[in-house]
């Protein structure tokens, strides 16, 4: 999410779907088609998602004083990880996590008030933040963490092998681009990725991507993370049952093409890469606890 937006919520429909479309491959960057599993696969689409199954690791950062959300990752009995740009402004007291299985309509979740906020080294705010991770400790242990937690990918991801990697995202973001209309979804839906070099936005015009990030191209047409869905995960999944296996990254900023000025986030999603900031998420969570 880009937090300042203002939030107008705009009657949702379930009734909206999409059918699966492919993006055509982009020869500039040797981008090649993701699994013929993931192809052949059918379902119905929501804007930009498919309906999520169960993914009890996943959270919802909530604040006190304002409205909106952003996504997390439940990393152990007392710590989840978001983005640092959804909590950098409050105090802990100001932010509470909910917990709970959002694949659901009208879940049932568990508040967990929040004692602590750990930024990550060299983080820096802007419509691109860089080192964009934070950690938040709860004030009591988070029921069944041991179990719905996900472990972290610590292995760096060879670029070569970046057009065969399968990733996934999930949130509650909104389900629709217009600027001044967000439409969060009413159940979680997540969307695939495979990784590339290079920065996805700004139409032909590619360049590297950051170090801090992953960038990423979306297996469905017109698929990208959108307001609210900032802080969420980003997971490798393993490619023979598409189940996630580790956090590769997590959800920092999506951007809009540069000639549209009636939608966001429309093109490209950006996520912080975990590899990178492995050493001093143990440390947090060592010295901490």
């Known amino acids: ?36 599993l993931v192809k052949n696969k059918s379902t119905n689409l929501i804007i930009n ?41 409050v105090h802990p007291h100001e932010v509470y996590i909910e917990v709970g299985d959002f694949s659901q309509p009208n879940p049932n979740f568990t508040l967990y008030h929040v004692g602590a906020i750990y930024l990550s080294p060299g983080f820096e705010i802007s419509n691109r933040p860089k080192n964009d991770l934070a950690i938040l400790k709860t004030m009591h242990f988070i029921a069944a963490a041991r179990s719905n937690s996900l472990p972290l990918c610590h292995a760096e991801i060879p670029e070569i092998n970046y057009p065969d990697v399968l990733v996934g995202t999930c949130g509650l973001g909104s389900i629709t681009t217009g600027r ?20 996805p936005s700004g139409g032909l015009t590619f360049k590297s991507c ?57 093109d490209g999603s950006f996520f912080v890469r975990i590899s990178k900031f492995s050493g001093w998420i143990e440390g947090v969570l060592q010295n901490n606890y």
């Open 49 to 89: 998602g498919v309906n999520s199954p169960q993914r009890l690791f996943f959270a919802k950062i909530r604040y006190t004083r304002m409205p909106g959300f952003c996504g997390a990752t439940i990393l152990d009995e007392k710590f989840v990880i978001t983005a640092a740009h959804c909590v950098f402004f």
């Open 180 to 199: 001044l209309t967000i439409n969060p979804a009413q159940r979680l839906r997540e969307m695939l990725f495979t990784l590339t070099s290079y920065d």
């Open 1 to 36: 999410m880009q937090f300042i937006t203002f939030v107008l919520i705009l009657i949702f429909r379930p009734d909206k779907t999409l059918s699966i479309q492919f993006n055509t491959p982009y020869s500039e960057i040797g981008h090649r088609e993701p699994y013929s």
């Open 210 to 266: 950051r170090d801090d990030n992953y960038c990423t191209f979306p297996v469905f047409d017109g698929g990208n993370i959108c307001v609210m869905d900032d802080g969420g995960p980003l997971f490798r999944l393993d490619c023979e049952t598409l189940e996630p296996a580790c956090l590769l990254g997590v959800a920092s900023y999506s951007m809009a093409k540069i000639d549209n000025r009636e939608e966001t986030c429309n």
